[in-house]
């Protein structure tokens, strides 16, 4: 094979190889949005589990976290988050993204990579990177 026909079949696939700016958005992790709707005075949130899932995050955590933050009661119905009150979209987003920030993304390297662990012996929460290794601790009672 010749120098000049390595160069064209060089040339030929890097036209097939797909750069990451041809995928749209470059970043990896992106906060998923609510879902939901209302049914009279309450706010059925339809993705709950689906997010805490894509989040890597127990439900349980998520949802103490949510109620607490909204200031509001609200229980599990099958595969959807019941809240108690009328609850804009807007408002329950800011408090997803505020989770992501304090409970899923690494302080050091910003990947959402991490694992939520528990220390038993001295009642403390941490964020363990398994990207990077990093561990921080964040408040362990919601």
Request: with cysteine; glycine share 6%; aromatic share 10%.
């Amino acid at each position: 094979m010749e120098n000049s026909d390595y160069e064209r079949l060089l040339e030929e696939a890097y036209k097939k190889i797909k750069r990451p700016e041809d995928f749209g958005s470059s970043e990896r992790f992106e906060i998923p949005k609510i879902e939901g709707h209302f049914e009279g005075k309450k706010t059925i949130l339809t993705n709950f589990y689906q997010i805490a899932s894509y989040l890597q995050r127990d439900p349980g955590h998520f949802q103490k976290f949510l109620l607490k933050e909204l200031a509001v009661s609200g229980q599990k119905e099958g595969e959807r988050l019941v809240l108690n009150m009328k609850v804009p979209s807007a408002k329950i987003n800011q408090k997803i993204e505020q989770y992501v920030r304090e409970f899923v993304l690494c302080k050091e390297c910003g990947k959402p990579d991490t694992e939520l662990v528990k220390d038993k012996e001295h009642r403390l929460a941490f964020i363990h990177c398994l990207a990077c290794g990093a561990k921080h601790s964040v408040r362990g009672k919601i």
